[in-house]
């Protein structure tokens, strides 16, 4: 079993910046990737960003890319996520989740169906 812990969440106004982290434990060895959902005030859950370990690809929500960028440590199995110029429909709950499963193709963990670790997530609130 992996778990994960984020933290990072806050109040911003739009246009600044936050940095959020998620921690893993566990078995981390058996983690292939870790990714970021997020779930707007009453919207579905949504891809954010994703990274593998192997390989340490990166994969990002088309409104997100440019601003957001997901890094990590593989030997801490740590993920951060640097949220850049903020908007106020970035606001939401941010989750972080883990899968063990390996893909050939990166559309794969861009569903929230391959994780099975999740977070209890942490608010970001951007502020107009």
């Known amino acids: 079993q992996v778990q994960v812990v984020e933290s990072g969440g806050g109040l911003v106004q739009a246009g600044g910046s936050l940095r959020l982290s998620c921690a893993a434990s566990?078995?981390?060895?058996?983690?292939?990737?870790m990714g970021w959902f997020r779930q707007p005030p009453g919207k579905e859950r949504e891809f954010v960003a994703a990274i593998t370990w192997r390989g340490l690809n990166e994969y990002y929500k088309d409104s997100v890319k440019g601003r957001f960028t997901i890094s990590g440590d593989n030997d801490k199995k740590t993920v951060f996520l640097q949220m850049n110029s903020l908007k106020p429909e970035d606001t939401a709950v941010y989750y972080c989740?883990?899968?063990?499963?390996?893909?050939?193709?990166?559309?794969?963990?861009?569903?929230?169906?391959?994780?099975?670790?999740w977070g209890q997530g942490t608010q970001v609130t951007v502020s107009s």
């Open positions: 566990g078995r981390t060895f058996t983690t292939a990737a």
């Open positions: 989740a883990a899968t063990t499963l390996h893909y050939p193709s990166g559309n794969y963990y861009k569903t929230s169906r391959t994780y099975r670790s």
